[in-house]
Structures are given as structure tokens and as C-alpha cells.
């Protein structure tokens, strides 16, 4: 099974600048099958059930801001808040996202 | 508009059967590249996947949980039923069923808002 490491585990940032989570995967999540790297992100508020934001690593889910992107490849991937707001506090969770299981990662809280 | 519900008890003891229902709506279970997943989550821990049903039946699950795990479909009724079997105190989460994106995308765009189970005698 793929394994899906996030750092860091917490992460405080100040309103308006740049947070950066990223996502390590034990093999790589590109697949020839769809030509894709397939790693979804989601952001999770408190008693809330998770919002996908990103999936394919970079295409954003319709209705997501445009301060979230995602990028990277093969193992190696970032979630990036270009400018932070108040309603981005949450933990943000990546996953393997080709066939199964669906391995997520261990989430990374963010904070102000 | 796609939406899904849980539904199923609140409270089970240890050893005993638990069964969840997942109610899917504004989609047929039936339409190719259709699946709905179960994902757990223990208090304030992370999500875990733990199972998979497609439009076409096929069924997968987690390989740690596979021998307790049974994930069905009720076509007719567009419902997603989930079982685990003799459940522990480990087994306390909130339990989600969620949407696929679509065919070779296992993301999950659309989620149920959970339900908790507790385990505990």
C-alpha cells in the first residue's frame, strides 16, 4: 500500500501570507492509465466532513478559491495558501487517489 | 444536487455487528463510473479509507479490516450498506460515505456529514 507522509504535523501562519503543506507518497501516484498524479487535497473544518479542494495534484475542485493550488509530481507534493484567511483554519489532509485503498495522509493542522 | 446520508446507530457493544446505511441521492448507484466509499475517523485522529463498492459491483476494502468489512448495494433503493463485524472500542469514529469523483479519479467530491458510532459496553 501506499503510504502518504504529510509535513509538517502544525502550522501557524499570519493572515495574508503563504502556507505551504506538503505530501510525500512511499512510491509514486502517476499512472500511465490516466496520465495523471493522483493525489487529491482536502481541508477539514471542526465538525465538518472533509472538502475536497484539489485532485489530479493541481486541478481545482469547481467553487475552490484560487489562493489554493497544488503542485508537485510523482512522489512529492505541495498544497499551497498564496494569501491566508480566517476561514482556511482547518487540517488539510492529502490522499492517494488511483484505485485502492485510498490511503490519506495524517493531516496537517493549520492555524493562525 | 449530489447528496449522501448515514445513517445507522449510534452506540454498539464489543463484539457485536455494526451496520451503516449510506442513502445516495441526485445520482444512480447504477450509472457507469459510479462509487461510493466508507471512510472512518476516530476522534481527532485522521482519516481512514476503508472500503469501495463500484457501479459495477466489484466491492474492495481495506486489506487490515478485510476479514470484518462486507460493503453492498441496494440499486433500488440507491443505498450503499456498510457491515463490520465483531466491532472493539478501537472501532469508535465518525463513519462517512463519500462520492468518486468519477472513473480513474478515487478523489471524493461530495461527503456525507458522518455518523458517530461509539463501541462500548
Known amino acids: 500500500d501506499i503510504v502518504m507522509t504529510q509535513s509538517p504535523d502544525s502550522l501557524t501562519v499570519s493572515l495574508g501570507e503563504r502556507a505551504t503543506i506538503n505530501c510525500k507518497a512511499s512510491q509514486s501516484v502517476f499512472h500511465s492509465t490516466n496520465n495523471k498524479n493522483n493525489l487529491a487535497w482536502y481541508q477539514q473544518k471542526p465538525g465538518q466532513p472533509p472538502k475536497l479542494l484539489i485532485y489530479w495534484a493541481s486541478t481545482r475542485e469547481s467553487g475552490v478559491p484560487d489562493r489554493f493550488s497544488g503542485s508537485g509530481s510523482g512522489t512529492d507534493f505541495t498544497l499551497t495558501i498564496s494569501s491566508l484567511q480566517a476561514e482556511d483554519v482547518a487540517v488539510y489532509y492529502c490522499q492517494y487517489s488511483f484505485d485502492t485503498p485510498c490511503t490519506f495522509g495524517q493531516g496537517t493542522k493549520l492555524e493562525i | 444536487q449530489i447528496t449522501l446520508k448515514e445513517s445507522g446507530p449510534t452506540l454498539v457493544k464489543p463484539t457485536q455487528t455494526l451496520t451503516l446505511t449510506c442513502t445516495c441521492s441526485?445520482?444512480?448507484?447504477?450509472?457507469?463510473?459510479?462509487?461510493v466509499a466508507w471512510i472512518r475517523q476516530p476522534p481527532g485522529k485522521a482519516l481512514e479509507w476503508l472500503a469501495l463498492?463500484?457501479?459495477?459491483?466489484?466491492?474492495r476494502y481495506i486489506s487490515s479490516l478485510q476479514s470484518r468489512l462486507t460493503i453492498t448495494q441496494d440499486t433500488s433503493r440507491n443505498q450503499v450498506v456498510l457491515t463490520m463485524t465483531n466491532v472493539d472500542h478501537v472501532d469508535t469514529a465518525t463513519y462517512y460515505c463519500a462520492h468518486r469523483v468519477g472513473h480513474w479519479n478515487d478523489a471524493f467530491d461530495i461527503w456525507g456529514q458522518g455518523t458517530m458510532v461509539t463501541v462500548s459496553s
Open positions: 463498492i463500484h457501479w459495477t459491483d466489484e466491492k
Open positions: 441526485g445520482f444512480s448507484l447504477s450509472t457507469v463510473g459510479v462509487a
